[in-house]
T-cell receptor, first 114, second 113 residues
Framework: QKEVEQDPGPLSVPEGAIVSLNCTYS??????FMWYRQYSRKGPELLMY????GNKEDGRFTAQVDKSSKYISLFIRDSQPSDSATYLC??????????????FGKGTLLTVNP | DADVTQTPRNRITKTGKRIMLECSQT?????MYWYRQDPGLGLRLIYY???????NKGEISDGYSVSRQAQAKFSLSLESAIPNQTALYFC????????????FGPGTRLTVL
């Protein structure tokens, strides 16, 4: 079983739709959970950051972490064509020591159609 | 100005050539990383450095070497490039905070013929 699983899509939705992106993971030591957005031919940029379980909201974006199910989600409300990008989940264990690295999902390609 | 810059942005080279990709950052971060991204394989860690004197191999370091010339500069070298090293290469940084988030450069698209 891979440490982080993410459906690669592609996912195509009409403008204004609610988008749900998900990742599952197997490593119970993960405590830091991130979502990155990557536009075509650009570097990933941090979109949402969550520590441990719970929800975090930022504008149209909501990140959810369910550690008991080892499942994280990113919701995009009122999706816009400018949201069209690849979304990567990333996670890591406790800062310091050997838990230096982020483990990434392979990314989900999202297209929002006008 | 961008916090993390990479040069060149695009490079086409031939098998057997030595190539150097450069990364500079103005974020003042200690930790720097090199990744490659391939379709269907996602981001994979090549090398990482916690400071100028601390360099470590990642999951796919074979065929690559790195140099941390200063806190702000981290270079990746392909000693003898081969076609399966054709990929998108990213440099990233991370500060000493507790958050573990990384900040990525714009990437270098490398093609080895």
């Amino acid at each position: 079983q891979k440490e982080v699983e993410q459906d690669p899509g592609p996912l195509s939705v009409p403008e204004g739709a609610i988008v749900s992106l998900n990742c599952t993971y197997s490593n119970s030591a993960f405590q830091y959970f991130m979502w990155y957005r990557q536009y075509s031919r650009k570097g990933p940029e941090l979109l949402m950051y969550t520590y441990s379980s719970g929800n975090k909201e930022d504008g149209r974006f909501t990140a959810q972490v369910d550690k008991s199910s080892k499942y994280i989600s990113l919701f995009i409300r009122d999706s816009q064509p400018s949201d069209s990008a690849t979304y990567l989940c990333a996670m890591s264990g406790k800062s310091g020591g050997s838990n230096y690295k982020l483990t990434f999902g392979k990314g989900t390609l999202l297209t929002v159609n006008p | 100005d961008a916090d993390v810059t990479q040069t060149p942005r695009n490079r086409i080279t031939k098998t057997g050539k030595r190539i150097m990709l450069e990364c500079s950052q103005t974020k003042g971060h200690d930790r720097m990383y090199w990744y490659r991204q391939d379709p269907g394989l996602g981001l994979r860690l090549i090398y990482y450095s916690f400071d100028v004197k601390d360099i470590n191999k990642g999951e796919i370091s074979d065929g690559y070497s790195v140099s941390r010339q200063a806190q702000a500069k981290f270079s990746l070298s392909l000693e003898s490039a081969i076609p399966n090293q054709t990929a998108l290469y990213f440099c990233a940084t991370r500060g000493m905070q507790d958050r573990n988030e990384q900040f990525f450069g714009p990437g270098t698209r490398l093609t080895v013929l």
